[in-house]
T-cell receptor, first 112, second 114 residues
Framework: KQEVTQIPAALSVPEGENLVLNCSFTDSAIYNLQWFRQDPGKGLTSLLLIQSSQREQTSGRLNASLDKSSGRSTLYIAASQPGDSATYLC???????????FGTGTRLTIIP | EPEVTQTPSHQVTQMGQEVILRCVPISNHLYFYWYRQILGQKVEFLVSFYNNEISEKSEIFDDQFSVERPDGSNFTLKIRSTKLEDSAMYFCASQAGNSNQPQHFGDGTRLSIL
């Protein structure tokens, strides 16, 4: 059974800094891993999806990596901005099973 | 950009009543999902739907729950006799015809059971 963990639960960073968010998963037979952003009271916005055959994906200031052997994924945010403040969730799917298993998220606050 | 839409945004219901949560997935998507998020907890999978039938359901998705795609566009979640513990944010998601594509989520319906 896949379990996903995100540490820390909360992170505060001054504006302009680069930062890394962590995601760990227990089942290395991962199919893909998806990163989401959730603003308070809102839905989930898909940021990046990494397939099991890939090691990283980039979109603008965001870069996500995947290391199946260590059961880890990271989301790197460059030159952080106050508008990046949100909760970031990672979610994994396993082979033969499209459902996503979510972590509890990291609540990110960018301090102006 | 196409998006998943959910209605209503907030539903307040008396315990024991039936509720129907509605979703319009992205056009041409083939896989559909319901998830829920109890306040302060993880987003949890409820059910997946493909080719007009349930492909997988979680332990949460008991006989009180049902899903339907009545007209080829709407995708509904029905809870037959609501309980206090059904209070949560319910998210609908859809995915294109390749499971290597991302799941796209709606803004959710906040269900409050009194």
């Amino acid at each position: 059974k896949q379990e996903v963990t995100q540490i820390p639960a909360a992170l505060s960073v001054p504006e302009g800094e680069n930062l890394v968010l962590n995601c760990s998963f227990t089942d290395s037979a991962i199919y893909n891993l998806q990163w989401f952003r959730q603003d308070p009271g809102k839905g989930l916005t898909s940021l990046l999806l990494i397939q099991s055959s890939q090691r990283e994906q980039t979109s603008g200031r965001l870069n996500a990596s995947l290391d199946k052997s260590s059961g880890r994924s990271t989301l790197y945010i460059a030159a952080s901005q106050p508008g990046d403040s949100a909760t970031y969730l990672c979610a994994a799917s396993s082979f033969g099973n499209e459902k996503l298993t979510f972590g509890t998220g990291t609540r990110l606050t960018i301090i102006p | 950009e196409p998006e998943v839409t959910q209605t209503p945004s907030h539903q307040v219901t008396q315990m024991g009543q039936e509720v129907i949560l509605r979703c319009v997935p992205i056009s041409n998507h083939l896989y559909f999902y319901w998830y829920r998020q109890i306040l302060g907890q993880k987003v949890e999978f409820l059910v997946s739907f493909y080719n007009n039938e349930i492909s997988e359901k979680s332990e949460i998705f008991d006989d009180q729950f049902s899903v339907e795609r009545p007209d080829g566009s709407n995708f509904t979640l029905k809870i037959r006799s609501t309980k206090l513990e059904d209070s949560a944010m319910y998210f609908c998601a859809s995915q294109a015809g390749n499971s290597n594509q991302p799941q796209h989520f709606g803004d959710g319906t906040r269900l409050s059971i009194l």
